[in-house]
Nanobody, 117 residues
């Protein structure tokens, strides 16, 4: 089992920045890909950014050039640096970790990000 604990959400004005953190514990050595998803009210959960254990990244089109995902494998932690935030980035952000060996998909509890105009 893997536990994911997120931190770093909050309220920020448009144009501002936030950094989200997600620390994995338990059988964290089994984690392969990690990522951040978000879900706005009335919308489906969507992938914002993902990163492989080797550091290869991918981003949802609307955040390219503004967000950066990176991970510290020694600390079993993944981060999402969010710059030039927009009101449409407002959502609950969820950390995700995938264990391809077991087929398990782990989720954090979610952290609220609110961007005011």
């Amino acid at each position: 089992q893997v536990q994911l604990v997120e931190s770093g959400g909050g309220l920020v004005q448009a144009g501002g920045s936030l950094r989200l953190s997600c620390a994995a514990s338990g059988n964290a050595f089994s984690i392969n890909d990690m990522g951040w998803y978000r879900q706005a009210p009335g919308k489906q959960r969507e992938l914002v950014a993902g990163i492989t254990r080797g550091g290869r990244t991918n981003y949802e089109d609307s955040v390219k050039g503004r967000f950066a995902i990176f991970r510290d494998n020694a600390k079993n932690t993944v981060y999402l640096q969010m710059n030039r935030l927009k009101p449409e980035d407002t959502a609950v952000y969820y950390c995700n970790a995938k264990d391809y060996g077991s087929g398990y998909d782990y989720w954090g509890q979610g952290t609220q990000v609110t961007v005011s105009s």
